[in-house]
């Protein structure tokens, strides 16, 4: 069964930076794209940024670029979010997401929280 499972997350002030990840099983990881959504509260859940299989293209949210990077290890089966000069908007809950057969598959989050 696929399973996704997030990690790094926490609380950091303005300016700061975060890694997270997502630890992949359950199905051939080097096959499938991979994104980071997000969801705030009282908001919908938003892509962040997403990656091609082998990890050639790679795509951002405007909010994003230049301050979020997105890779991925198909021999550990992770893809990371490398977020640096955090901002209180990016406050949120991080989701890791891929489709695989037909379905969409989601972990189980992480909070992310900006604020000094």
């Known amino acids: 069964q696929v399973q996704l499972v997030e990690s790094g997350g926490g609380l950091v002030q303005p300016g700061g930076s975060l890694r997270l990840s997502c630890a992949a099983s359950g199905f051939t990881f080097s096959m499938y794209a991979m994104s980071w959504y997000r969801q705030a509260p009282g908001k919908e859940r938003e892509l962040v940024a997403g990656i091609s299989s082998v990890g050639g293209i790679r795509n951002y949210a405007d909010s994003v670029k230049g301050r979020f990077t997105i890779s991925r290890v198909n021999g550990q089966n992770t893809v990371y979010l490398q977020m640096n000069s955090l901002k209180p908007e990016d406050t949120a809950v991080y989701y890791c997401?891929?489709?695989?057969?037909?379905?969409?598959?989601w972990g189980q989050g992480t909070q992310v929280t900006v604020s000094s």
């Open positions: 997401k891929t489709d695989v057969g037909g379905r969409r598959y």
